[in-house]
Structures are given as C-alpha cells and as structure tokens.
C-alpha cells in the first residue's frame, strides 16, 4: 500500500537523545524501563534507534491492537524473536505466519479446558509441596523458589511425573543462563555476538546441553506412546486434519521446538508473575491480609484443589493486577512483512515495530494511578475492544498457556499465603531488573509461619461480607484474558 497522503515511517518523530552511532542504545540498557516511560507522552508512534537500525514504537492501544490483529503483515520477528529463534528454533512463539496456523492447530490440543483440569492438579500438589519446604523466619530467594516451583510444575505437566534432582537442577540453571543472556544479545551487534567470550561459551553449552535434556526426554516417550495424560503426549498424537493428507504430525525437530517452547516460555514468565506477586502482598500487608481471608473461607481447612479457582476472587484480581504492573513481556517486537500503513503512516517492508504492554499498562489516561497496586480496580471492569491490557498479546498469536498460567499462578500464591506471612527484607524499593522479560531476580521477603490454621472469627465476617459484594471471576483468571480496560 503506497497512499501518498501517508507520511513516511522516517518522519515519526525520533525520541530525544539519540547518542551519535548508538543511538537509545544505552539509556535501553541502563535504565529501560525510565526511557520507555519517558516515551508515554507520545500519543502514537515515536522512532527509537539502536546503532544504525531504527524501530517505531507503538505508544497508541487502538493502533496496538491494529498490529496484534492483522499479524499476516505485522509478523513475529525483530531482534528479540531473532535471539529466542536461536533457542527454539521455528517453535510456535516464533514462527512466522506461514507456518503459524498450523502450528497452533497442532498444538491447540495441549491446552483444551479438559486438560486444564488435570494440570490444575498437578500445581496445586506442586505449590502445596514447596510451601511445605520452607522454616519460619527463612529469608527467601522468591525468584529462585517460584522458578523451582514453575520448572517442577512444567516438567510434570509436560512429561509426567518428576524428573530426576539432578536433570531438574541442570535444565533450571540452563534456562538462566539462556533466559538472562537473550535481551544483552538482543542489544548486541551481530559481530559482537560471535566473539567466543566466557558468556557466549556459557550461552551456547547452555542451549546443547537443554536441547540435548528434551531431545533425550522424546525420545524416550516416541519408545512408549501410551497416553500418559500430559503435554507432550498430546503433542505427539496431535494431528493436523486440514493438512494436505489429513494426517500431518509433528515431527521430532518440531517437536523438540514445541517442548522447548513451551518450556521456556511458561515457566519463567509464570514464575516472576508469582515472585511479583508476592511482593505486591509483602509490601500491601492490607491485601496481604484480606487474601489470607480468603484462603481461610474457601480452604476451611482442607486441601487445595482446582475445583476452589472460581471462589479465589481475590487470588485472581491480585494476578491480574501483577501482571498489568509487571508484565513479563514488557516489550514485543514485529517486523514489516510487506509494505504497509498504520495510524497514517507508510512503513516499508522490512521496518521494526516494537509493541510495550509496560507503557500501555502505566498510562494515566488509560489507569487511574497507574502506578498503584489496586486489585479492586478489576471488580468491576468491562471487557475492551482496545488493547489496554496485553499482558498476553492478542490476536492470532495472544499466548496459548494463559489460563495455564493463571491456573498456576492463582493455585501457588492461595497455597503460600494460606501457610505464610510475607514481609519485606530492609527497607529498600525493591526495582525490576530489565532483561528479555522484566526480571524480578534477587527479590527476597521474609516468611512467618501463620500459627493458626484456621481464620479468626472477625476475619471469618470480614471475607464473608467481602465475598457477599464482590462475584468472583466464574472461571480462572476470567478476570485476565479478554482485553480490557482497568478503569
Ligand atoms: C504469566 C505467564 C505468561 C505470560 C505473561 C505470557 C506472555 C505471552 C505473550 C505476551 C505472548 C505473545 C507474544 C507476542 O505476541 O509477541 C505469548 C505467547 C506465547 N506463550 Fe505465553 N505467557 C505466559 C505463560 C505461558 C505458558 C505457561 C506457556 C506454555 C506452557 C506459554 C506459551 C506461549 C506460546 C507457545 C506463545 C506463542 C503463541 C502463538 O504465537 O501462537 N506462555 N505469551
């Protein structure tokens, strides 16, 4: 599309200090987070450069939501789908829309509400064990439990059944060393990244050794293809039925793709989701207290089990709200397919979009205070057609795990809070550290054990006549997955 009313991409204006050859480069290194912010009063578009490249950022949700949806030309890719693309090859996160709907028929399946169910099981055993392992008075590295908490969770909803200590603890330092090397390489120049340093050295022994682990794992399961009733087994007997001859199976590439795709993407996301979480309570104690209400009114002394999510009301709102002010994915990268026009402006094939749930989620005319830890702001929100709230993306390629995530996620913060209290360590703010996802590592609280299994009779009133007004979300983190505005 070439209108010639349109004006060009280069005449977006260019955000304000640029350094000569870098460009934003380093105040995106630096302080990420501030720069992005800095770019909120540009009501649309503005041009970010790094190095010689420069990319538009979309500042806009209706224009947000224009991208997600028509993703035949705005397509997965730019340099972060680029840096992940070397982990997991074509996987479903990163493949571009060619092969894309097919993929996701392939891997629809593994996410069907019936399965869900038996997942659900499977977190809330897992978040009850590790709530268990832990001594009053212990000062928490959350970061490094709630990842040992996701990995376990993952790997037995994936491949059933636990994997050895020792396979567990390799695949949960490799995905660390993969996980923090992707957005330094993302900001690295294509040279510099082949430079055989200690890090890059690391990086890659990191990725043979985890690609090796799941390649051992399929292999394994191609020997004995009984339905083991997880992920994986629903991977490999997915069929694509409007394949060519009906019957086109993943093959053990994709597979391997899949599984690491997976992998990756839903356990490190759904782990500092919870390590945000936990903070957002340690630092609201009022919160803090009224979700211990809850837990004591829905668990009334028994075990934790799925079939409590549509009574954890509070639970969820609290997710849904971490999630708006730290979204793991702070930033999406498209990239041009063909030219095209967006919100007036003429973009040539080729261009970079960047997308930032961060900016949209922190704007004051879409959030009163946005910057205020409010889950009550979700009581009553309505659904939105704009893309307000995107801390799944949207469209065709909105993330496929999210009720899994929000399934795990409410699951494990009722199980801690039901057994712990959670307070601060010194007195310092604790700041996000920004890698490929908006990190919370080094994050530590303080846990006391709750001495009282069971509620006190004026916490007991005070979350009945709580539950009295306020309907719980029907489903998971109903509250979360429409697109919705927070006011
Ligand atoms: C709180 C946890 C999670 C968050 C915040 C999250 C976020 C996202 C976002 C923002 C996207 C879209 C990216 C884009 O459009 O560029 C996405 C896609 C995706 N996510 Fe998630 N995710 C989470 C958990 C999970 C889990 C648990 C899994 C799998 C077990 C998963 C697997 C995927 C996959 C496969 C895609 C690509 C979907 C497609 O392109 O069709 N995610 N996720």
């Not at 500042?59 to 397509?75: K, S």
């Not at 075990?303 to 969820?316: C, E």
């Not at 205020?372 to 795990?401: E, N």
Request: net charge neutral; with cysteine.
């Amino acid at each position: 599309m070439t209108d010639t009313s349109t004006a060009s991409a280069g005449s977006v204006p260019l955000a304000p200090r640029a350094w000569p050859l870098l460009g934003h480069a380093l105040p995106l290194l630096r302080y990420p987070l501030a720069f992005i912010m800095s770019l909120s009063g540009y009501r649309e578009m503005v041009r970010v450069r790094l190095g010689p490249s420069s990319a538009v950022m979309i500042c806009d949700p209706d224009l947000t939501r224009q991208v997600f949806l028509n993703d035949r030309t705005f397509d997965k890719g730019g340099p972060i789908y680029d840096r992940i693309r070397e982990v997991i090859g074509d996987g479903l996160s990163t493949c571009a829309y060619p092969l894309h709907r097919r993929q996701r028929r392939l891997c629809q399946p593994s996410f069907h509400p019936t399965r869900l169910a038996g997942y659900g099981a499977v977190f809330a055993r897992a978040a009850t064990n590790k709530a268990g392992s832990w001594r009053d008075g212990d000062v928490l590295d959350v970061t490094q439990e709630m990842m040992t908490l996701t990995t376990r969770a993952t790997m037995e909803t994936m491949f059933s059944g636990a994997l050895p200590a020792e396979t567990m603890q390799r695949c949960l330092a490799d995905t660390a060393v993969i996980v923090s090397a992707f957005f330094r390489r993302m900001m690295t120049p294509a040279l510099l990244r082949r430079v055989p340093t200690r890090q890059k050295r690391r990086y890659d022994d990191a990725r043979t050794r985890l690609a090796a682990t799941i390649a051992e794992i399929i292999a394994e399961r191609r020997a004995d293809p009984t339905d083991h009733a997880d992920l994986l087994s629903t991977l490999v007997a997915a069929v694509d039925e409007e394949s060519e001859d009906g019957r086109r199976q993943l093959n053990d590439a994709e597979l391997a793709d899949e599984a690491l795709t997976f992998f990756l993407g839903g356990m490190e996301t759904t782990a500092i989701t919870l390590a945000w979480a936990l903070h957002l309570l340690a630092t609201n104690p009022d919160v803090q207290h009224r979700l211990k209400a809850e837990t004591d009114r829905v668990l009334t002394g028994g075990k934790l089990d799925p079939a409590h999510l549509p009574s954890l009301g509070l639970a969820s709102r609290v997710v849904t709200e971490t999630l708006r002010l730290y979204p793991p994915a702070w930033m999406m990268t498209r990239v041009v397919r063909e030219d095209a026009e967006l919100g007036g402006v003429r973009f040539k094939g080729g261009s970079t979009i960047v997308l930032s749930p961060y900016l949209l989620h922190r704007r004051a005319d879409l959030y009163d205070e946005p910057d205020r830890f409010d889950p009550d702001r979700w009581l009553d929100a309505q659904p939105d057609r704009r893309a307000t709230y995107i801390p799944f993306g949207a469209g065709a390629r909105k993330c496929i795990g999210d009720q899994f995530a929000l399934t795990e996620a409410i699951l494990a913060l009722t199980a801690i809070v039901d057994r712990w209290e959670l307070t601060p360590v010194g007195d310092q703010p604790f700041q996000p550290k920004v890698e490929t996802s908006l990190s919370s590592r080094g994050l530590r609280l303080r846990l006391t054990e709750r001495r009282s299994s069971g509620a006190g009779d004026a916490e007991r009133s005070a979350a009945a006549a709580l539950s009295a007004s306020v309907q719980p979300p029907t489903q998971p983190g109903a509250a979360a997955c429409p697109v919705k505005h927070g006011k």
